[in-house]
T-cell receptor, first 111, second 116 residues
Framework: DGGITQSPKYLFRKEGQNVTLSCEQNLNHDAMYWYRQDPGQGLRLIYYSQIVNDFQKGDIAEGYSVSREKKESFPLTVTSAQKNPTAFYLC??????????FGEGSRLTVL | AQKVTQAQTEISVVEKEDVTLDCVYETRDTTYYLFWYKQPPSGELVFLIRRNSFDEQNEISGRYSWNFQKSTSSFNFTITASQVVDSAVYFCALSEGSNSGYALNFGKGTSLLVTP
C-alpha cells in the first residue's frame, strides 16, 4: 500500500521534553513538507526538503528541527524551545506534479 | 501578510442548497498554482483541485465547480446540491515558484456544515 505514513497519531508529552514525529513515504518522491495546524487556522509551513540531505526553513521553523538522511523519511523534532508546541502536525509529499498529498497527521499535546 | 484569504470562517446550509466558498489570493508571480483541499473531521487533507495561472477555464467535477478569475484574484469553489458528507473544513492554497520551493500557502479555511 503506497502513500505517506505519520506516527504516532496522538502523542502526549511533558513540557520541556523533545518530541520526534515520524513521516515515511514509499513512493520515492523527492519533496516533503511539514505543516502545523492550530484550531481555526490554516496550515503553516515549518520545514521542507526537496532532496536528500537538504532541507529549508519554512515560515515557523523556530523551535523545530528536521533531518532528511533517507529519501523515504523526513522526521520532525519539536524541541523544548518551541513555546507553544500543542498542535496538529501534518506531513506531505509532492510527487512532482505540484499536488501535495498529506498524511493522516499527528496530534501533539503538551501537558 | 496573508497571501490567501478565505473571508468566510463558517457556513451552514441545509442539504440540497448550493454553496460557494470564496478565496482571494495575492501574488506577484506570473506563474503560480491554486488549490482546494478538503479536511473532514478525521483530519487528513484531501486534494480536490489544482489550477495553474495560465488556465482560467472554469472546471466542473460532479457537484463541484471552480471559478478562477485573475482579474479579481479569486478562485471560488461551489458545491451544488450540498450533502451532509460535504461537511468539512475547506482550504484554499497558493503555490508560487518564488516562495519556499512551491510549498503551499494556505488560507485559514472555511468550515462548512450541511444539515439534513
Amino acid at each position: 500500500d503506497g502513500g505517506i505514513t505519520q506516527s504516532p497519531k496522538y502523542l502526549f508529552r511533558k513540557e520541556g521534553q523533545n518530541v520526534t514525529l515520524s513521516c515515511e513515504q514509499n513512493l520515492n518522491h523527492d519533496a516533503m513538507y511539514w505543516y502545523r495546524q492550530d484550531p481555526g487556522q490554516g496550515l503553516r509551513l515549518i520545514y521542507y526538503s526537496q532532496i536528500v540531505n537538504d532541507f529549508q526553513k519554512g515560515d515557523i521553523a523556530e523551535g523545530y528541527s528536521v533531518s532528511r538522511e533517507k529519501k523515504e523519511s523526513f522526521p520532525l523534532t519539536v524541541t523544548s524551545a518551541q513555546k507553544n508546541p500543542t498542535a496538529f502536525y501534518l506531513c506531505a509529499m509532492d510527487p512532482g506534479t505540484g499536488e501535495l498529498f498529506f498524511g493522516e497527521g499527528s496530534r501533539l499535546t503538551v501537558l | 501578510a496573508q497571501k490567501v484569504t478565505q473571508a468566510q470562517t463558517e457556513i451552514s446550509v441545509v442539504e440540497k442548497e448550493d454553496v460557494t466558498l470564496d478565496c482571494v489570493y495575492e501574488t506577484r508571480d506570473t506563474t503560480y498554482y491554486l488549490f482546494w483541499y478538503k479536511q473532514p473531521p478525521s483530519g487528513e487533507l484531501v486534494f480536490l483541485i489544482r489550477r495553474n495561472s495560465f488556465d482560467e477555464q472554469n472546471e466542473i467535477s460532479g457537484r463541484y465547480s471552480w471559478n478562477f478569475q485573475k482579474s479579481t484574484s479569486s478562485f471560488n469553489f461551489t458545491i451544488t446540491a450540498s450533502q451532509v458528507v460535504d461537511s468539512a473544513v475547506y482550504f484554499c492554497a497558493l503555490s508560487e515558484g518564488s516562495n519556499s520551493g512551491y510549498a503551499l500557502n494556505f488560507g485559514k479555511g472555511t468550515s462548512l456544515l450541511v444539515t439534513p
